[in-house]
């Protein structure tokens, strides 16, 4: 064993320490001044913005942990690392922190430091859309329209029980209206609907519009003059 004086071994922690001072001395001291990690953060600082987020998302606060999940993700300050970025926003979202749900969500479906899994990602949207975020709402229903399987099969149960979920609620506005299987009055007539019906807006195609109706396996399409969006009012006043 080597026989070092002690002043060459504090030397030698001298570094060390110094890493770990800078980093315990702001967390301690900006224990719940998160804003100012932002700032800094902001401004280029994440050295400081890390020392004080990393305690923080250590000991729960899901805002540090979506935030230190950004820097792993982004390379700021860091060794880019996805699935380290991955793990901070799961902790966040398991506590219910939006930005970190839809995070996550997007990590799933695209595959970003994850397994791509568009189950759990639309798990993640949903989520998100029940606490009436429209981008959320909106990736649903987009998803939906592109095409995607999961998606499809979501928005058709969702119809049935829980179309507020979706967002951009629709009412049939005339006594009879005719849904038909595409964008123009060439095509078929899939079902026909009465005044009230509540349906979802998907997406537009000129005067024609892609909407989602319970008891309907797939999208249909209805005439914009047939419809009229859903208010709190309802039908009062309708032309």
């Known amino acids: 064993m080597l ?51 990393k305690p923080l998302a250590e000991a729960g606060h899901a805002a540090s942990q979506y935030h230190l999940g950004w820097m ?13 970025a991955v793990s901070w926003w799961r902790a966040a979202a398991d506590q219910g922190h939006t930005e970190a749900q839809s995070r996550l969500g997007m990590a799933y479906l695209y595959g ?6 568009h189950g759990k990602a639309l798990r993640w949207f949903v989520a998100v859309a029940r606490k009436g975020d429209e981008d959320a709402q909106a990736l649903l229903r987009r998803l939906a329209a592109d095409g995607d399987e999961a998606a499809m099969s979501l928005v058709t149960r969702l119809l049935i029980d829980g179309r507020e979920i979706l967002g951009n609620g629709r009412r049939i506005r005339v006594d009879k209206a005719n849904l038909r299987s595409g964008p123009g009055k060439q095509f078929k007539v899939v079902t026909v609907v009465s005044r009230g019906t509540e349906l979802v807006e998907f997406q537009r195609s000129g005067a024609w519009v892609q909407i989602g109706l319970a008891g309907t396996p797939s999208l249909v399409w209805v005439h914009d003059t047939l419809i009229e969006e859903v208010s ?8």
């Open 3 to 53: 026989n070092h004086p002690v002043g060459y071994w504090l030397r030698s922690l001298a570094p060390a320490m110094g890493l770990l001072l800078m980093c315990l001395a702001p967390a301690s001291a900006m224990t719940e001044d998160f804003d100012a990690a932002l700032a800094a953060a902001r401004r280029g600082d994440f050295a400081e913005a890390y020392c004080v987020w």
């Open 72 to 84: 792993y993700a982004n390379g700021e300050g860091l060794k880019v690392n996805e699935k380290l």
């Open 112 to 117: 970003e430091g994850v397994k791509e899994d």
């Open 232 to 239: 709190s009012r309802g039908l009062e006043g309708a032309p």
